[in-house]
C-alpha cells in the first residue's frame, strides 16, 4: 500500500495560493520528520519544508516566510500552504518521512510518495 500520497497540486498565476496535502499511511505518520521538497527536471531534489513530531520546522530560505507547513498526526496528515508564489516555485513536489541526518536533505529519508504537480506562470 502506498505510504504517502500528495494532493492540491494544480496550475496557478503568480502571487496566487496553493495547500498542498500528504496523506500518509499508519507506518510513516510517526516518523520523527516530515517533508516536502520538489524538483524539476535538469536539477537536483531540494528540501522545501520540513515538520517534526514535536513541532520543529525548517524551511528553504527560498520560501520562508511564504510556506508554511502543518502536521497532524491525529489525521495523519502535512500540509503545506504556499503563499505569493512564484514561476521559479514551479516542480513536481513529493511528500517524504524519515529520520534524516538533516532535515532539508532527502539523504535519510525513506518513504516518499508519487509527487504532485505545481506550476506557477505569470
Known amino acids: 500500500q502506498v505510504q504517502l500520497m500528495e494532493s492540491g497540486g494544480g496550475s496557478v498565476q503568480a502571487g496566487g495560493s496553493l495547500r498542498l496535502s500528504c496523506a500518509a499511511s499508519?507506518?510513516?505518520?510517526?516518523?520523527?520528520?516530515m517533508a516536502w521538497f520538489r524538483q524539476v527536471p535538469g536539477k537536483e531534489r531540494e528540501g522545501v519544508a520540513a515538520?517534526?513530531?514535536?513541532?520543529?520546522?525548517r524551511y528553504a530560505d527560498s520560501v520562508a516566510g511564504r510556506f508554511t507547513t502543518i502536521r497532524n498526526n491525529a489525521k495523519k496528515m502535512l500540509n503545506l500552504n504556499m503563499y505569493s508564489l512564484k514561476p521559479e516555485n514551479t516542480a513536481m513536489y513529493y511528500c517524504?518521512?524519515?529520520?534524516?541526518?538533516?532535515?532539508?536533505?532527502?539523504?535519510?529519508?525513506?518513504?516518499w510518495g508519487q509527487g504532485t504537480q505545481v506550476t506557477v506562470s505569470n
Open positions: 517524504a518521512a524519515g529520520r534524516p541526518p538533516s532535515a532539508l536533505a532527502s539523504i535519510g529519508y525513506n518513504d
Open positions: 499508519i507506518h510513516t505518520v510517526n516518523r520523527l520528520w
Open positions: 515538520h517534526s513530531i514535536d513541532s520543529t520546522t
